[in-house]
């Protein structure tokens, strides 16, 4: 069985559409924050939204367009695990969502766990991304850290 050959269109060569097309050529922004480049430091550069611009949400954001284009790109690498359970995150909280307003994303997500990071930076203590971790995740007790009977062979 032959496949079916692909019809080309037929343009009338009086009609003034141009059955010639140009060359795709691929093209890649560049990465903001790379050693070297002018305007490494891109963390300082982010604008600045006052309180008003964000408590009128919904009248402002028609004017001033998407939100996505008032935020600065960052590139992050996270593990497998990471991103399965933040997509498994991302699916949760919008089944669950009464309003939908806005587009709840994992960068949406992202941007939450940065906040919160931001907000309890003062407990961060470590000098690897495990001690880091550690030092800002609620401690979790245990039996033996409660005062159980394995408490003093623990210490």
Known sequence: MTPPRRM?????????????R??????????????????????SQAP???DSQTSGVSESRSTRGPRWKELVRKEARLHPGQVEALTAL????N???QNRSEIITDNSLLRVAVGLLMAH??????DTEEELLASVLPRRRTGASQGGAGSEAAK
């Open 90 to 93: 991302r699916r949760r909280i």
């Open 121 to 126: 930076a003062d407990r961060l203590r470590g």
């Open 48 to 50: 600045a939204v006052p």
């Open 22 to 43: 140009k060359p795709l050529i691929p093209e890649v922004e560049p990465i903001l924050g790379g050693a070297g480049e002018q305007g490494a430091n891109t963390e």
């Open 8 to 20: 080309r269109s037929v343009v009338p060569s009086d009609s003034g559409i141009r059955t010639e």
């Open 95 to 97: 089944a669950s969502r």
